[in-house]
């Protein structure tokens, strides 16, 4: 084989990189139990960044307080803050599931592990919404 013959590495896919991973098709559950990790993880951080941005307003006296807090009581926003609640369940009962997993408990039943977190995680999140909005 001469110096200048090279094997030659297939084409990188289009979905290489950041969009990739997001890319479910072809994957296994685990994938996506992760990817649901990683994104309520993303998201949650986005929302620490805005709570403090909203804290701030705290110190800037009663006027722009008063103000947020007439905005914490729009039903927009209350619909909003239902999201925060469904993406701590999810990331919670989820990440709680891969550690087990990842420390060799119950690894022949993630399937069922990973069904049983999203559906306890739903079933939370509709109690919480039915009690955020007065109707239980």
């Known amino acids: 084989m001469s110096a200048t013959s090279r094997t030659r590495r297939p084409a990188k896919s289009p979905l290489h990189g950041a969009a990739g991973w997001a890319n479910l098709r072809g994957r296994h559950l685990g994938s996506v139990a992760f990817l649901t990790n990683r994104v309520t993880g993303l998201l949650l951080i986005g929302y620490l ?3 403090l941005g909203v804290l701030y307003l705290r110190t800037e006296g009663p006027g722009s307080w008063a103000s947020v807090l007439h905005l914490f ?3 927009y926003f209350l619909a909003l803050e239902s999201l925060l609640i ?6 919670g009962l989820n990440g709680l ?10 690894v022949r039943h993630h399937k069922t592990w990973f069904t049983a977190a999203m559906s ?13 909005f007065g109707v239980i």
């Open 49 to 51: 960044y805005l709570h």
């Open 73 to 75: 009581k729009n039903h």
């Open 86 to 91: 469904l993406f701590i369940l999810l990331h």
């Open 97 to 106: 599931r891969l550690a087990l997993v990842g420390t060799g408990v119950g």
């Open 120 to 132: 306890v995680s739903v079933a939370l999140y509709v109690v919480v919404v039915l009690a955020m």
